[in-house]
């Protein structure tokens, strides 16, 4: 089994992965949410023994600030016991021109792998984490004790996509003083009653995602080499790289995982009805706390109705399987609006949620099951 943690990393990722090999416990971190969350992430930390705080690997999926924040103060200040044998992160030595990476964070990332001389994509000989564009080659696997991990993305296209565009990225920092512009509104604005919403007709309405940042985002499919079980994890990737990758995965017919990251925190433009066609998969994590923005380093988010997750991205994942799951890491207006039981009855759906007064969710995933995790003793 795999047990997967998201801990309450506001907007962004932070995911705490665990299984076992038959010998021990080993451990995965993917993401570290925004520089606002990085207290969830100490406070996991905390509860874990000193002695177990070795990982098998820390992947940064990508250089936005919901994913590579929390991560610069663990590799800053590394707690007591912490180490890892491998980081994934693709920066300024993957791309080509190898000059090109100046986001701030991601400076200091690259910075900090280099100063001390942490393994830094090892897996690839230290060279960029990426699929190849010869869809006649196999996706690359890397063996961890107890798991395979199959990379799905990103393509050597994402991450020219990043490069090419990186003036258009120096000019928006100037003018954005190291922040990112705010999501794009929900365009049906803050959750209405459930009766006004035109479910089947949102899950028609889907335009891909076109940004750069999330087409170099990480993602693989992880497999216990035990009893079976997969998680996949998606980043914020482009569906169409998924997709893509998927299919040569399994030509024939449709991939089976036994839970899914939903891609970009619920995004409309990252879940695909053609994603969904290629997975066999009823059970969907949705990692957000609606992503609304405010002004201010301490505050630069704010709990509340956001942009995630969108109506359209749920509709296709509730109406796409027959009585789905999904489970969400915060309770928020964008997400318990789900909670309505006259709503998950009409259209077949179910949605859970952390315990009340609680943020964070930890399940367990077995071959076709997941379930919440039993509480830590």
Same mark, same amino acid.
């Given at each position: 089994?795999?047990?997967?943690?998201?801990?309450?990393?506001?907007?962004?990722? *932070?995911?705490?992965?665990?299984?076992?090999?038959?010998?021990?416990?080993?451990?995965?971190?993917?993401?570290?949410?925004?520089?606002?969350?990085?207290?969830?992430?100490?406070?996991?930390?905390?509860?874990? /023994?000193?002695?177990?705080?070795?990982?098998?690997?820390?992947?940064?999926?990508? @250089?936005?600030?919901?994913?590579?924040?929390?991560?610069?103060?663990? %590799?800053?200040?590394?707690? #007591?016991?912490?180490?890892?044998?491998?980081?994934?992160?693709?920066?300024?030595?993957?791309? $080509?021109?190898?000059?090109? %990476?100046?986001?701030?964070?991601?400076?200091?990332?690259?910075?900090?792998?280099?100063?001390?001389?942490?393994?830094?994509?090892?897996?690839?000989?230290?060279?960029?984490?990426?699929?190849?564009?010869? #869809?006649?080659? /196999? @996706? /690359?696997?890397?063996?961890?004790?107890?798991?395979?991990?199959? $990379? @799905?993305?990103?393509?050597?296209?994402?991450?020219?996509?990043?490069?090419?565009?990186?003036?258009?990225?120096?000019?928006?920092?100037?003018?954005?003083?190291?922040?990112?512009?705010?999501?794009?509104?929900?365009?049906?604005?803050?959750?209405?009653?459930?009766?006004?919403?035109?479910?089947?007709? $949102?899950?028609?309405?889907?335009?891909?995602?076109?940004?750069?940042?999330?087409?170099?985002?990480?993602?693989? *499919?992880?497999?216990?080499?035990?009893?079976?079980?997969?998680? $996949?994890?998606?980043?914020?990737?482009?569906?169409?790289?998924?997709?893509?990758?998927?299919?040569?995965?399994?030509?024939?017919?449709?991939?089976?995982?036994?839970?899914?990251?939903?891609?970009?925190?619920?995004?409309?433009?990252?879940?695909?009805?053609?994603?969904?066609?290629?997975?066999?998969? !009823?059970?969907?994590?949705?990692?957000?706390?609606?992503?609304?923005?405010?002004?201010?380093?301490?505050?630069?988010?704010?709990?509340?109705?956001?942009?995630?997750?969108?109506?359209?991205?749920?509709?296709?994942?509730?109406?796409?399987?027959?009585?789905?799951? %999904?489970?969400?890491?915060?309770?928020?207006?964008?997400?318990?609006?789900?909670? !309505?039981?006259?709503?998950?009855?009409?259209?077949?759906?179910?949605?859970?949620?952390?315990?009340?007064?609680?943020?964070?969710?930890? %399940?367990?995933?077995?071959?076709?099951?997941?379930?919440?995790?039993?509480?830590?003793?």
């Amino acid at each position: 089994m795999i047990t997967v943690e998201a801990l309450p990393a506001r907007a962004g990722d *932070c995911l705490w992965v665990e299984w076992d090999d038959g010998t021990r416990r080993r451990r995965m971190l993917i993401d570290g949410g925004t520089v606002g969350a990085a207290p969830a992430l100490a406070e996991r930390f905390a509860r874990q /023994p000193v002695g177990r705080r070795d990982f098998e690997l820390v992947v940064c999926t990508h @250089l936005d600030d919901d994913h590579i924040g929390g991560l610069l103060g663990l %590799l800053t200040s590394p707690p #007591e016991g912490f180490s890892t044998r491998d980081v994934w992160f693709n920066g300024h030595h993957q791309l $080509l021109p190898r000059d090109l %990476l100046g986001l701030p964070k991601a400076e200091k990332l690259t910075a900090l792998l280099a100063r001390a001389e942490t393994p830094w994509n090892t897996a690839t000989g230290g060279e960029a984490v990426v699929v190849p564009t010869d #869809e006649a080659e /196999p @996706l /690359p696997v890397t063996e961890l004790p107890g798991l395979r991990l199959t $990379l @799905l993305s990103p393509t050597w296209d994402g991450l020219r996509a990043l490069r090419d565009d990186w003036d258009a990225w120096k000019a928006e920092q100037r003018r954005k003083a190291g922040e990112e512009p705010a999501a794009p509104p929900d365009l049906l604005g803050p959750p209405r009653p459930a009766v006004e919403i035109p479910w089947r007709r $949102l899950a028609l309405d889907y335009s891909p995602d076109r940004a750069p940042r999330n087409g170099s985002s990480i993602a693989f *499919c992880a497999e216990h080499t035990g009893d079976g079980s997969r998680v $996949l994890f998606t980043g914020d990737a482009h569906a169409e790289v998924l997709v893509t990758s998927l299919r040569r995965l399994a030509p024939d017919g449709r991939h089976r995982v036994d839970l899914c990251k939903v891609a970009h925190h619920g995004s409309a433009h990252n879940t695909s009805p053609e994603l969904l066609r290629a997975l066999d998969c !009823d059970q969907w994590l949705i990692t957000t706390d609606g992503g609304h923005r405010v002004r201010g380093e301490e505050a630069k988010y704010r709990p509340g109705e956001g942009s995630h997750p969108s109506l359209r991205a749920m509709a296709r994942l509730i109406l796409g399987a027959r009585w789905p799951t %999904l489970w969400f890491n915060h309770r928020v207006p964008s997400t318990e609006r789900y909670e !309505d039981g006259f709503l998950q009855h009409r259209l077949g759906f179910r949605a859970q949620y952390p315990p009340r007064g609680t943020q964070g969710i930890s %399940l367990v995933v077995g071959p076709g099951t997941v379930t919440h995790a039993p509480p830590p003793r």
